[in-house]
């Protein structure tokens, strides 16, 4: 199983990006997927999280209101729209797939198998 992300750049403060990752290997209809994130000598951290069908999302407090996960399963794919974008915001984004992911569980990191490499995001003021 391999994701792959992508859409990652340099944008002003205040920009869009939209990220996404691919999955090959094993259909992930039934798994849920996320978005962590990764800024120099801090900890990953949950960002966005969408349950099996789709029909379920989660937020981190930080990007709620300017950041939407979606996703299609009939392309094996997760996207992440990232809105009104901050400084703060800089990390290197990765996406996560599981399919044993449970709703307490869902912003943590250890719940998810299969992870993409990762793909920087870098805000300037």
């Known amino acids: 199983v391999q994701l792959q992300a992508s859409g990652g750049g340099l944008v002003q403060a205040g920009g869009s990006l939209r990220l996404s990752c691919a999955a090959s290997?094993?259909?992930?209809?039934?798994?849920?997927m996320a978005w962590f994130r990764q800024a120099p000598g801090k900890e990953r951290e949950f960002v966005a999280a969408?349950?099996?069908?789709?029909?379920?999302?989660y937020y981190a407090d930080s990007v709620k209101g300017r950041f939407a996960i979606s996703r299609d399963n009939a392309v094996n794919a997760v996207y992440l729209q990232m809105n009104t974008l901050k400084p703060e915001d800089t990390a290197v984004y990765y996406c996560?797939?599981?399919?044993?992911?449970?709703?307490?569980?869902?912003?943590?990191?250890?719940?998810?198998?299969?992870w993409g490499q990762g793909t920087q995001v870098t805000v300037s003021s």
């Open positions: 290997g094993r259909t992930f209809s039934r798994g849920s």
């Open positions: 996560a797939a599981g399919s044993g992911v449970i709703l307490t569980s869902v912003r943590m990191s250890s719940a998810y198998d299969y």
């Open positions: 969408i349950w099996r069908s789709g029909g379920s999302t």
